[in-house]
Structures are given as structure tokens and as C-alpha cells.
Nanobody
Framework: QVQLVESGGGLVQAGGSLKLSCAAS????????MGWYRQAPGKQRELVAS???????NYADSVKGRFTISRDNAKNTVSLQMNNLKPEDTAVYYC?????????????WGQGTQVTVSS
């Protein structure tokens, strides 16, 4: 049974910083991509940032230069450092991973963590 557990969300003022962390646990043979998505009320879930096993990164245009994604392959963790936060960054942030278990490759999601940025 694979689980992705997020931590680090909260309330911050505009211009502030938060760091989200996500740990994948269970019987995991290999992790390809790890990333973060977010969903604001009334909007579709969107990709924020992703990172491959070779540490190639991809960012949404709206967060480039403000957010930094990183991963620790030995610990199966991914982090998202969010700086200069804006009210429009307010959303539930979900950890996402494409990984291989004993049976197959598939996508997993965390339960989500709320990030609220006040103006």
C-alpha cells in the first residue's frame, strides 16, 4: 500500500514563504516523476511543478522564479519551496507521483494540504 503524505501548508501573508513536503511510503520499487498540483475553489486542478528522477524540472508560468521544487531520491520525498507568495496562490496543494510498486507503474495522490495567502 503506497501513501503520499503532505505537510507544511498553512496561512501566510502576501510576500511570505512556505515550504511543502511530501513523503512517499510503502513498497516502492522506483519513482519516476514527483510533483505538486493545486486546486483553488471553483477552478480545475493545475500543475504547479514537477521533477523527474533525473531532476529535470517543470514549472507553471505563474510560479516561475518564486517556487522551487526538489526531491530526495534516497528518502522518496519531494519538497516545494514557495517564496513571494500571492493571494492567487491560495489553494489546496496535492502531492503527485508516478511510481512502480510490486505490480505496476501508476499514479498516486496525496490527501492535499491547504495554503492560504492573505493580502
Amino acid at each position: 500500500q503506497v501513501q503520499l503524505v503532505e505537510s507544511g501548508g498553512g496561512l501566510v501573508q502576501a510576500g511570505g514563504s512556505l515550504k511543502l513536503s511530501c513523503a512517499a511510503s510503502g513498497t516502492i520499487f522506483s519513482i519516476n516523476r514527483m510533483g505538486w498540483y493545486r486546486q483553488a475553489p471553483g477552478k480545475q486542478r493545475e500543475l504547479v511543478a514537477s521533477i523527474t528522477s533525473s531532476t529535470s524540472t517543470n514549472y507553471a508560468d505563474s510560479v516561475k522564479g518564486r517556487f522551487t521544487i526538489s526531491r530526495d531520491n534516497a528518502k522518496n520525498t519531494v519538497s516545494l519551496q514557495m517564496n513571494n507568495l500571492k493571494p492567487e496562490d491560495t489553494a489546496v496543494y496535492y502531492c503527485n507521483s508516478f511510481l512502480r510498486t510490486i505490480s505496476s507503474w501508476r499514479e498516486y495522490w496525496g490527501q492535499g494540504t491547504q495554503v492560504t495567502v492573505s493580502s
